[in-house]
Nanobody
């Protein structure tokens, strides 16, 4: 499975963006799909995850209530709707797949190339 993240860009604080993670090669129906982010000089941080089969979702504390993870089965694509963006959300956002739910980057593999989100104050 290859993952391609897209949708990043420059947005003002308080604005919104929607990221996409398109999977190709095979269906991701048996995986847990996740979003992580990495700001300069910081470790990769868990943002959100979704169990593809059940649709159950999980969020990092810093994005709860602002970000929403979702999926489109037919398109084999995952999304991250980001609302009320803050400057501290600035980071490269990555998608990845895992065999079970985890909150560490080591729990996932098959990372896409990342998409940069920059939030200006």
């Amino acid at each position: 499975v290859q993952l391609q993240a897209s949708g990043g860009g420059l947005v003002q604080a308080g604005g919104s963006l929607r990221l996409s993670c398109a999977a190709s090669g095979r269906t991701v129906s048996r995986y847990v799909m996740s979003w992580f982010r990495q700001a300069p000089g910081k470790e990769r941080e868990f943002v959100a995850a979704i169990r593809w089969g059940t649709g159950l979702t999980y969020y990092g504390d810093s994005v709860k209530g602002r970000f929403t993870i979702s999926k489109n089965n037919a398109e084999n694509t995952m999304y991250l709707q980001m609302n009320t963006l803050k400057p501290e959300d600035t980071a490269v956002y990555y998608c990845a797949r895992g065999n079970s739910l985890g909150y560490r980057s080591d729990d996932y593999y098959g990372w896409g190339q990342g998409t940069l989100v920059t939030v200006s104050s």
